[in-house]
């Protein structure tokens, strides 16, 4: 400060220095006047905090005092020493602080005079400052030790000034020995740490808001606005247009949103301003702000419904329109992309209707949800479009396939799986090209793409192999079914009459060797063209009988065969073989009884040696018939006679189910035949023949059928033996019945009939 140029401040803030020549090592801190003109009346904060850190930091504060404010109370910085004392004792540890008070511009009062006054003021401040319970009653001189010097004007006795400056200095030296002007140093921190003492100091002295006491016009703007801001808040709450707005908000959108709340609001905000303007400028902004915030968030919700109606609308636009246009069968992904962009610039456009100036509120997060909400609609409406083409194509496959290769395994030859293959390739890859045509309008990735063209072929594959498990689960009824139309037929897949000459051995080989070649097939599955000897090992093991060690069969797999890939393991092979043959040996034996029944129903000559018998016991009979021609005529009517009885009886036809069922069948027809034969001759005697009665014309009938059934199908009895028993259904009864008991139903029936 230059004397000559007036007065002015010559410290801002908070200097430090190192003390040049002066033991021990001493700093010292030079602070900012406490009632300097630059800060004003309305910031005295920084001058609290920068007295409450010198006391907190250093072992002597050196306090310039005037000598004429001696007795005065703000110039005296009573006050400030009040304000700083409070917030020290409960921010701080207590440690002893040597307080210098230095009396500027002496005058003729003597020192002794002045001395007693300041330890008084001091200690009166003491006396009121509230202090912690533990250091209610503790003396002023427990904290601080009080010393007073005095210096003369500079202006006016600058070489006596300059003397009392040095004698002050000296002091300062050797401060720190007992009995020197230092405290007791309680709590003092190494020269190392002294920075981030000073610095954890500084920011609780910042933190702490007693020191931060507002001016009285600032305490006056402050209860004045938040008084004109809370009034303008209540009118604001209970207006008319804005609960009329809140209401109609709440049922759906409202045009002009943004614009009519806005107005509301400005109303309110300029009457704020116009009473408060002449209020302190920083207090009346603040107010306001305040104002404006419990204002918008008085609104704020009205708006959020808002959103929510924008976002429901267009959400529901979105849903329909892009339901129209998939049914006008536009393409997924174009028409999920028109929607979404129209739909979304309709929900702009109404957030820019319902945006008030007075806030920038952002409307992304109700849009992003939009967005997503979109994005799932699209997602679950793309998935049923796809479930319903995979379903579609699925049940093509189904009706493709599962019939095909159930008729090939029914079938099941040596090319039965290369047919499986080929009709499962060719039918796979038609329907993979045509999905992958249906679902190019999806736009979907390449990856999904390939695995959905995977997964229906892994469907098709599924389904073959689906319908292999189930035929292999009855593969002895297909067995048995093959072994009797093997056997029961010719190579023209005509029915077998076993009339003695065929060779039941082969057929009966051939039939089993066809039916475990089918077994074979049904053994795997063969849907990778890989080679295996399945059949070779199940011909050499169960036809040809070959013994190997160790036994091919005693596995529960196949050689070259994955598990997952067998239907019946070795061991399966071997009981259902033996099944097999215990089921099919009753049918071999049913057809070579019936060979032998043939054989004995066309043979009527008696055996040689009763005909040599016969022509050497009735030489003489017949010797007697040649010598008299009348015995002779007899013999060649009654031949005739019996001729005529055994055609019309059909006696051969009714031995061939036996000799006891032809007996009775003959006895039971005997007398009416014999009766019909002699009725006849007595009606050509007479020259005319009287027509037949229904009744005899349908025992005629009947018997000529059944004569003739039972010459054409001998072995129908054999193609039911494959089961231990048949059901027979007439109109009188329900019939459970093996092979025998079925003969002698036919038995009782032919009676019955030639009972009429």
């Given at each position: 400060?230059?004397?000559?140029?007036?007065?002015?401040?010559?410290?801002?803030?908070?200097?430090?220095?190192?003390?040049?020549?002066?033991?021990?090592?001493t700093?010292?801190?030079?602070?900012?006047?406490?009632?300097?003109?630059?800060?004003?009346?309305?910031?005295?904060?920084?001058?609290?905090?920068?007295?409450?850190?010198?006391?907190?930091?250093?072992?002597?504060?050196?306090i310039?005092?005037w000598?004429?404010?001696i007795?005065?109370?703000q110039?005296?910085?009573?006050p400030?020493?009040?304000?700083?004392?409070?917030?020290?004792?409960?921010?701080f540890?207590?440690?002893?602080?040597?307080?210098?008070?230095?009396?500027?511009d002496?005058?003729?009062?003597?020192?002794?005079?002045?001395?007693?006054?300041?330890?008084?003021?001091?200690?009166?401040?003491?006396?009121?400052?509230?202090?912690?319970?533990a250091?209610?009653d503790?003396?002023?001189?427990?904290?601080?030790?009080?010393?007073v010097?005095?210096?003369?004007?500079?202006?006016?006795?600058?070489?006596?000034f300059?003397?009392?400056?040095?004698?002050?200095?000296?002091?300062?030296?050797?401060?720190?020995?007992?009995?020197g002007?230092?405290?007791?140093r309680?709590?003092?921190?190494?020269?190392?740490?002294?920075?981030?003492?000073?610095?954890?100091?500084?920011r609780?002295?910042?933190?702490n808001?007693?020191?931060?006491?507002?001016?009285h016009?600032v305490?006056?703007?402050?209860?004045?606005c938040?008084?004109?801001?809370?009034?303008?808040f209540?009118?604001?709450?209970?207006?008319?247009?804005?609960?009329a707005l809140e209401?109609a908000?709440?049922s759906?959108?409202?045009?002009?949103f943004?614009?009519?709340?806005?107005?509301?609001?400005?109303?309110?905000?300029?009457?704020?301003d116009?009473?408060?303007?002449?209020?302190d400028?920083?207090?009346?902004?603040?107010?306001?702000?305040?104002?404006?915030?419990?204002?918008?968030?008085?609104?704020h919700?009205?708006?959020?419904n808002?959103?929510g109606?924008?976002?429901?609308?267009?959400?529901?636009?979105?849903?329909?329109?892009?339901?129209?246009?998939?049914?006008?069968?536009?393409?997924f992904?174009?028409?999920a992309?028109?929607?979404?962009?129209?739909c979304?610039?309709?929900?702009?456009?109404?957030?820019a209707?319902a945006?008030?100036?007075?806030?920038?509120w952002?409307?992304?997060?109700?849009?992003?949800?939009?967005r997503?909400?979109?994005?799932?609609?699209?997602?679950s409406?793309?998935?049923?479009?796809l479930?319903?083409?995979?379903?579609?194509?699925?049940?093509k496959?189904?009706?493709?396939?599962?019939?095909?290769?159930e008729?090939?395994?029914?079938?099941?030859?040596?090319?039965?799986?290369?047919?499986i293959?080929?009709?499962?390739?060719?039918?796979?890859?038609?329907?993979?090209?045509?999905?992958?045509t249906?679902?190019?309008?999806?736009?979907?990735?390449?990856?999904?793409?390939?695995?959905?063209?995977?997964?229906?072929?892994?469907?098709?594959?599924?389904l073959?192999?689906?319908?292999?498990?189930?035929?292999?689960?009855?593969?002895?009824?297909?067995?048995?079914?093959?072994?009797s139309?093997?056997?029961?037929?010719?190579?023209e897949?005509?029915?077998?009459?076993?009339?003695?000459?065929?060779?039941?051995?082969?057929?009966?080989?051939?039939?089993r060797?066809a039916?475990?070649?089918?077994?074979?097939?049904?053994?795997?599955?063969?849907l990778?063209?890989?080679?295996d000897?399945?059949?070779?090992?199940?011909?050499?093991?169960?036809?040809?009988?070959?013994?190997?060690?160790?036994?091919?069969?005693?596995?529960?797999?196949?050689?070259e065969?994955?598990?997952?890939?067998?239907?019946?393991?070795?061991?399966?092979?071997?009981?259902?073989?033996?099944?097999?043959k215990?089921?099919?040996?009753?049918t071999?034996?049913?057809?070579?009884?019936?060979?032998?029944?043939y054989?004995r129903?066309?043979?009527w000559?008696?055996?040689p040696?009763?005909?040599?018998?016969?022509?050497?016991l009735?030489?003489?009979?017949?010797?007697?018939?040649?010598r008299?021609?009348?015995?002779?005529?007899?013999?060649?009517?009654?031949?005739?006679?019996?001729?005529?009885?055994?055609?019309?009886?059909?006696v051969?036809?009714q031995?061939?189910?036996?000799?006891?069922?032809?007996l009775?069948?003959?006895?039971?027809?005997?007398?009416?035949?014999?009766?019909?034969?002699l009725k006849?001759?007595?009606?050509?005697?007479q020259?005319?023949?009287?027509?037949?009665?229904p009744?005899?014309?349908?025992?005629?009938v009947?018997?000529q059928?059944?004569?003739?059934?039972s010459?054409?199908?001998?072995?129908?009895?054999?193609?039911?033996?494959?089961?231990s028993s048949n059901?027979s259904v007439?109109d009188?009864?329900?019939?459970?019945?093996?092979?025998?008991?079925?003969?002698?139903?036919?038995?009782?029936?032919?009676?019955?009939?030639?009972?009429?």
């Amino acid at each position: 400060m230059d004397a000559y140029r007036g007065r002015s401040q010559t410290t801002k803030g908070i200097w430090i220095a190192h003390c040049v020549g002066i033991e021990p090592f001493t700093i010292a801190m030079d602070l900012e006047g406490t009632d300097g003109r630059e800060r004003g009346e309305d910031d005295t904060t920084f001058e609290k905090q920068s007295a409450l850190f010198a006391l907190a930091i250093a072992d002597i504060v050196l306090i310039n005092m005037w000598c004429h404010d001696i007795g005065r109370e703000q110039a005296a910085n009573k006050p400030l020493l009040k304000t700083v004392f409070q917030v020290m004792m409960r921010l701080f540890s207590p440690r002893k602080t040597t307080l210098l008070f230095v009396i500027r511009d002496k005058t003729k009062t003597p020192l002794e005079y002045l001395e007693p006054i300041l330890r008084e003021d001091i200690q009166k401040i003491w006396n009121v400052v509230s202090k912690p319970a533990a250091h209610k009653d503790t003396p002023l001189s427990e904290f601080f030790n009080v010393e007073v010097t005095a210096l003369s004007s500079y202006e006016e006795k600058e070489e006596l000034f300059k003397e009392q400056v040095a004698q002050l200095r000296q002091r300062f030296f050797n401060s720190i020995s007992p009995g020197g002007l230092a405290g007791d140093r309680r709590g003092v921190v190494p020269a190392s740490g002294f920075s981030f003492s000073a610095q954890q100091i500084w920011r609780v002295i910042k933190e702490n808001k007693d020191l931060d006491l507002p001016a009285h016009k600032v305490m006056v703007a402050t209860v004045r606005c938040e008084e004109i801001a809370n009034e303008k808040f209540c009118r604001l709450s209970s207006d008319e247009d804005w609960l009329a707005l809140e209401e109609a908000v709440q049922s759906g959108s409202v045009s002009g949103f943004g614009r009519r709340l806005s107005s509301i609001l400005e109303t309110y905000f300029s009457e704020y301003d116009s009473e408060a303007t002449y209020f302190d400028e920083d207090v009346r902004n603040a107010k306001r702000k305040h104002l404006e915030s419990k204002a918008l968030d008085l609104v704020h919700p009205a708006y959020l419904n808002l959103l929510g109606h924008l976002r429901f609308k267009a959400l529901e636009n979105c849903k329909s329109r892009l339901e129209r246009m998939l049914k006008e069968a536009e393409g997924f992904a174009a028409s999920a992309r028109a929607c979404t962009e129209s739909c979304m610039h309709e929900f702009d456009q109404g957030c820019a209707d319902a945006a008030i100036k007075q806030a920038n509120w952002d409307a992304s997060k109700v849009r992003e949800k939009l967005r997503r909400d979109i994005d799932a609609h699209k997602l679950s409406v793309r998935d049923a479009k796809l479930s319903e083409l995979v379903a579609r194509y699925e049940e093509k496959l189904r009706q493709l396939l599962c019939e095909p290769v159930e008729s090939l395994f029914d079938a099941a030859g040596r090319d039965t799986w290369a047919s499986i293959r080929q009709l499962l390739r060719r039918e796979t890859e038609t329907a993979v090209l045509e999905f992958s045509t249906a679902i190019s309008s999806f736009e979907l990735d390449q990856p999904t793409i390939e695995s959905m063209l995977q997964g229906l072929r892994d469907y098709a594959r599924n389904l073959v192999v689906k319908k292999a498990r189930e035929e292999a689960g009855k593969v002895l009824i297909l067995m048995k079914d093959r072994f009797s139309t093997v056997f029961s037929h010719d190579n023209e897949l005509m029915p077998r009459v076993w009339t003695g000459k065929e060779d039941i051995k082969t057929i009966t080989k051939d039939a089993r060797a066809a039916s475990l070649r089918l077994l074979a097939v049904m053994a795997a599955i063969r849907l990778d063209e890989k080679p295996d000897k399945i059949e070779n090992i199940l011909l050499s093991s169960l036809m040809e009988g070959t013994v190997t060690s160790p036994d091919p069969l005693a596995s529960s797999t196949w050689e070259e065969v994955p598990p997952e890939n067998t239907l019946i393991t070795p061991v399966q092979c071997k009981s259902l073989w033996r099944q097999f043959k215990s089921e099919t040996e009753y049918t071999v034996t049913q057809a070579i009884s019936a060979q032998e029944a043939y054989k004995r129903s066309n043979n009527w000559l008696p055996p040689p040696w009763a005909i040599v018998a016969m022509v050497v016991l009735g030489f003489n009979e017949f010797m007697l018939l040649l010598r008299n021609p009348l015995y002779l005529m007899f013999l060649f009517v009654a031949f005739l006679l019996s001729k005529a009885m055994w055609v019309q009886m059909d006696v051969p036809g009714q031995f061939q189910h036996g000799t006891l069922a032809g007996l009775i069948s003959i006895s039971s027809r005997f007398l009416p035949t014999v009766m019909n034969l002699l009725k006849r001759l007595a009606e050509e005697a007479q020259g005319h023949r009287t027509p037949e009665s229904p009744t005899q014309q349908q025992s005629s009938v009947a018997f000529q059928s059944f004569r003739n059934q039972s010459q054409l199908n001998p072995s129908s009895s054999i193609a039911q033996s494959s089961v231990s028993s048949n059901v027979s259904v007439s109109d009188s009864s329900v019939e459970y019945s093996s092979p025998n008991l079925m003969q002698r139903r036919s038995t009782k029936v032919q009676e019955a009939e030639l009972s009429q």
